[in-house]
Structures are given as structure tokens and as C-alpha cells.
């Protein structure tokens, strides 16, 4: 079946380790994104990319870096520059990167660190 | 700026209750779209509906339907005769050219049997 992927579902970390997350999909979509989700705060948007090899910050990337190396990758990795990086992580695509396609999300990573 | 606004943190209602989940957002663009999501306990987020600001005709999909005001900027979900299965936090969200996409805090819904 299509869809996206993330691994693993949960995620313990200690303080001042990097950690990085996975992201994988089928769908053939160019536009991938990842998203933090803390309660009561919705998603914010951390990073997008339209196409491999390129990737643009979003409304919270300080303390996180990505990577476009495939179109069906887009690992994520938590550096130990985030200061508050215990959270639920989504990862994303959309057929394009415009406004009037839908973005389809994968099960999510919650991470905790310690 | 943009900005989405669920004013409706958590709501309960009894199975077959209908309930509406308000949605308000900001937005000084003239072409933009309007989502809904559904998030179940598993916590991947499935798209429900897309809405652009040139159709303001209210949709109805099964016993979901959709209500687009452009003069009070708000897209409001209905969910008619509510089940179990309804249970889940539910999102609004805006995406506009030349901005990035804007979700709102999201409603938690209860259906209770």
C-alpha cells in the first residue's frame, strides 16, 4: 500500500545526544514536510522540501537540520541545540508543493528526552 | 500575519448528537485554502476536506458537511448523528501563496455511547 512511514514510533534520547528520524514514502510525491506537535499547539512546520537536494526552514527550525537525498527520504535529526525537543514529530508530503494539494502524514515519532 | 483560531478545545456529546467544531482564521491574502484534518488516537493526522476562497459553496459528505463564510472568515465542520468512531482531535488549517501552512490548536472531540 502507498503511504508514509516513520520509524520508530517512540523515541528515548538523553540530553545533548543528536538524534535523527526517519521518513519514507511511496507515494511519489516532490513535496515532503516535517511538523512538531506539542499539546494545545497545533503543528508548527520545522522544514519542507519541494525537491531533492533542496529544502527550506520553516516556523521552527533552529536546532534542526534535514536532508533531500531521495525523493522518497526525508530524515530529520533533533541536535542537541533544541532546547525543548520532547515532542510528537510528523512527517508529510503532498503531490506538489502548492496550496491546493492535500499533505498526507505518516504515524508520527514521539520522542522523549531525558 | 496568519493565524487559525479552534476556539472549542474539547467538546463531549452523546452518540447521534449532532456537533459543530468552529473554525476562524486570518489572512490578508485573497487566494487560500482551507483544510480540515482528523486525528484519531493513532496520531496520523487524515485529510477530511480543501476549500479555496473562490468557493463559498458548503459541502456535505456523508454526514460531514462543511459551512465556508468568507464575511466572517470562518469554515465550520458539522458532523452529523454523531458515532464512537467520531473520537479524535480534529484541525483546521490555512495555507496561503508565499506563506507557509498555519494550523490551528485543534478541537478534541469525545463521542460518548
Known amino acids: 500500500d502507498g503511504g508514509i512511514t516513520q520509524s520508530p514510533k517512540y523515541l528515548f534520547r538523553k540530553e545533548g545526544q543528536n538524534v535523527t528520524l526517519s521518513c519514507e514514502q511511496n507515494?511519489?510525491?516532490?513535496?515532503m514536510y516535517w511538523y512538531r506537535q506539542d499539546p494545545g499547539q497545533g503543528l508548527r512546520l520545522i522544514y519542507y522540501s519541494q525537491i531533492v537536494n533542496d529544502f527550506q526552514k520553516g516556523d521552527i527550525a533552529e536546532g534542526y537540520s534535514v536532508s533531500r537525498e531521495k525523493k522518497e527520504s526525508f530524515p530529520l535529526t533533533v541536535t542537541s541545540a533544541q532546547k525543548n525537543p520532547t515532542a510528537f514529530y510528523l512527517c508529510?508530503?503532498?503531490?506538489?508543493?502548492?496550496?491546493?494539494?492535500?499533505?498526507?502524514f505518516g504515524p508520527g515519532t514521539r520522542l522523549t528526552v531525558t | 500575519a496568519q493565524k487559525v483560531t479552534q476556539a472549542q478545545t474539547e467538546i463531549s456529546v452523546v452518540e447521534k448528537e449532532d456537533v459543530t467544531l468552529d473554525c476562524v482564521y486570518e489572512t490578508r491574502d485573497t487566494t487560500y485554502y482551507l483544510f480540515w484534518y482528523k486525528q484519531p488516537p493513532s496520531g496520523e493526522l487524515v485529510f477530511l476536506i480543501r476549500r479555496n476562497s473562490f468557493d463559498e459553496q458548503n459541502e456535505i459528505s456523508g454526514r460531514y458537511s462543511w459551512n465556508f463564510q468568507k464575511s466572517t472568515s470562518s469554515f465550520n465542520f458539522t458532523i452529523t448523528a454523531s458515532q464512537v468512531v467520531d473520537s479524535a482531535v480534529y484541525f483546521c488549517?490555512?495555507?496561503?501563496?508565499?506563506?507557509?501552512?498555519?494550523f490551528g490548536p485543534g478541537t478534541r472531540l469525545s463521542v460518548l455511547p
Open positions: 508529510a508530503s503532498s503531490m506538489q508543493l502548492a496550496l491546493n494539494y492535500e499533505q498526507y
Open positions: 507515494l511519489n510525491h516532490d513535496a
Open positions: 488549517a490555512l495555507g496561503s501563496y508565499g506563506q507557509n501552512f498555519v
